[in-house]
């Protein structure tokens, strides 16, 4: 019940494009969403977060859409470059909690 | 100081062999956390600090894994007798208070021979 699955492992886009990552939850009691960023070499950098009282949060390019009856949420990148590529981890957690509940991320790349 | 840093960078060291990880969190922050992260895994939780002690050390894998963070600010991941498995990068996180958001460090990336 703990667990975050995040889907797809890898994903390749052609540079302008829409890239999705998707992820899904099992406890209810999770009310914190938050998308971190990582390049090789560096340590994970939030990205953006979604709280589960709105649908849809937008911060530039950057997009996460919540669906809280089917526990799911996914992160939208608009016109994708190839700055973007990098690997993008889901988490959730409880607000008052610290413990952030990780998925197992998704490697982007951006084509040129 | 501007972000979370950690020292050293790359650690390579040889099976049964002690060693100890640094982490300088953001100034002021008052939470703490070391992760693990293997090739193409999500960060594994290991140990939480507030302040001075240990709120949550659930995460460590055996008594071979132990941290301290005395003065309340810099922290030491200290592996015992170290073993191929150990190998991972071992992340730094902290935090304004509990529950805020978290600040990753650049990690040392660990590699037991």
């Known amino acids: 019940q703990q667990q975050v699955k995040q889907s797809p492992q890898s994903l390749i886009v052609q540079k302008g494009g829409i890239s999705i990552i998707n992820c899904a939850y099992e406890?209810?009691?999770?009310?914190?969403f938050p998308w971190y960023q990582q390049f090789p070499g560096k340590g994970p950098a939030l990205l953006i977060a979604i709280r589960p009282d709105v649908s849809e949060k937008k911060e530039g390019r950057f997009t996460i859409s919540f669906n809280k009856s089917a526990k799911q949420f996914s992160l939208h990148i608009m016109d994708s470059q190839p700055g973007d590529s990098a690997t993008y981890f889901c988490?959730?957690?409880?607000?008052?909690?610290?413990?952030?509940?990780w998925g197992a991320g998704t490697k982007l790349i951006i084509k040129p | 100081g501007a972000g979370v840093s950690q020292t050293p960078s790359n650690k390579v060291t040889e099976k049964g062999k002690y060693v100890e990880l640094r982490c300088d969190p953001i100034s002021g922050h008052t939470a703490l956390y070391w992760y693990r992260q293997s090739l193409g895994q999500g960060p594994e939780f290991l140990i939480y600090?507030?302040?001075?002690?240990?709120?949550?050390d659930s995460g460590l894998p055996n008594d071979r894994f132990f941290a301290v963070r005395p003065e309340g600010s810099v922290s030491t991941l200290k592996i015992q007798r170290t073993e191929r498995g150990d190998s991972a990068v071992y992340l730094c996180?902290?935090?304004?208070?509990?529950?805020?958001?978290?600040?990753f460090g650049p990690g040392t990336r660990l590699l037991v021979l």
């Open positions: 406890n209810t009691a999770f009310d914190y």
């Open positions: 988490a959730a957690k409880e607000d008052s909690n610290y413990q952030l509940i």
């Open positions: 600090f507030q302040g001075t002690g240990a709120a949550d």
């Open positions: 996180a902290s935090s304004l208070q509990q529950g805020q958001t978290q600040y």
